[in-house]
């Protein structure tokens, strides 16, 4: 009861000690005190086995000690003190002080995620990709792999410490981590993903893990390990030639494909005369490539290029591929067909589907070329259609339609002559500055400036508005 007592008769006492603080504050015009902070940086620098990370913060480029005191939220992979001795060791420092700070601060980017991801959400995701604060090629966020069935591991060096995920902070979540995680380059996620066993195989079996370990940037179509198990290299191509069909040069992600709906690129494997391949893309439904292969999975970024995920092994292209790939050459494909069904001088389908046929240049019309009521063929001819009915052109008239939008040889529109080609069904001519092709009844049709140059292992095709006529 005296504890009590004295208790009671000594409130009124404090009550009015803290009136006159509270008066004291009033009259300086400061206002209650902020109450202290939990931030990530907090937490590093209270936690001592973080404190070379801390050192690590204060040291690089971009004053990351007040980013990381910022809003956020952030998910950060923080590295134990071990985690960056071994760092320093794999690449030749012998402190931090000798770590370039410009690349210390995009190490240190590489572990900071936006938003706050707990290792549930990791675990009921399995496996994928996110994006990490760091710089990669073309200016994006690079990619970072986390895999959850050994753990909780990121682009398969670094593994969350046991007993050290989740750690809340104000703006935030912190999981410790057992590795510093590096800069990955396209090569690096291939080694990083075992779904790329058989890309990475083959790279190294073909010596070109150099190359893509080059500054690029390089956009790389990499095929699963399904894919390479489904391919049969039908045209017995060099593994190295396939490989580098699915290299293209420049950063190009999903989004710029879409935003084109289809079109022709580049890669970096090498046809008649070592002129690039061209490869066909559509957009339509998904994203696939040269009619066959399908992206499953986009937009993995590194620092020297960018990865799409592909279902199929890309063979090298024949004229066939990009001829039958593209609807708008759809009439074209058929008047292949049909020619191929008489007594064709070139038995059509073959011949621009063998890769060692060839090579061949082909003048190829689009579709309102031959249905147009004013520029078809057909049309003009009085015919309604392929067939052996009333009105429709036979077999063989076919056959000398189409040789005469075929040249021997590989001619790039570069390389087209200012006069007289001969074709495989007589001369035409060409004007290499109005970009027309004259036939000898004096039909004019002009080359598509934006479908030129379209490269296949056996020819190169340049898209015209006008089927050219033999000699009438």
Partial sequence: ??????????????????????????????????????????????????????????????????????????????????????????????????????????????????????????????????????????????????????GVTFNNGATVVAGLADIDADNGIVHVVDAVIGLPDVVDHALNNSNFTSLTG???????????????????????????????????????????????????????????????AYTSAAGPNDTDLSIYFDTSDGVVFNGLSTVSSADIVGTNGIIHVVDEVIDLPTIATFATTNDALSTLVAALSYADTGSPTVPWIATVSDATAGPFTVFAPVNDAFVDPTTGVLAELGLSGFGEGTGELNAATTDAVLLTHVVSGNVQSSGLPNGTVATLGGDITADNTAFTLTDLNSRVSNIVTTLVDIQAVNGVVHVIDKVLLPQQ
């Avoid at 109450?35 to 990351?64: C, F, Y």
């Avoid at 079996?205 to 790389?220: H, K, N, W």
């Fill in 1 to 150: 009861m005296k504890i009590i007592s004295k208790t009671l008769k000594m409130l009124p006492v404090f009550l009015l000690f803290v009136g006159l603080v509270a008066c004291s504050d009033d009259d300086d015009n400061n206002g209650p005190t902020d109450p202290q902070t939990n931030t990530i940086v907090d937490l590093a620098i209270a936690t001592d086995d973080l404190s070379s990370l801390v050192a690590a913060l204060q040291r690089a480029d971009g004053n990351l000690v007040s980013v990381l005191q910022g809003n956020g939220p952030f998910t950060v992979l923080a590295p134990t003190n071990a985690a960056f001795n071994n760092f320093l060791a794999a690449n030749n420092y012998a402190s931090l002080e000798d770590v370039p700070t410009e690349v210390l601060s995009q190490v240190l980017l590489n572990h900071v995620i936006s938003g706050e991801i707990t290792s549930t959400m990791l675990v009921n995701m399995g496996s994928g990709y996110t994006n990490t604060s760091a710089t990669g090629a073309g200016g994006n966020n690079l990619s970072l792999l986390f895999d959850t069935s050994n």
């Fill in 202 to 264: 083959a790279l190294t079996s073909e010596d070109l893990v150099s190359t893509l370990q080059g500054d690029g940037p390089f956009t790389v179509l990499a095929p699963t390990n399904d894919a390479f198990a489904s391919f049969t290299n039908p045209n017995s191509n060099s593994l190295s030639s396939v490989l580098l069909n699915h290299v293209l040069g420049g950063v190009i992600l999903s989004t710029d494909l879409v935003a084109s709906g289809s079109g022709y």
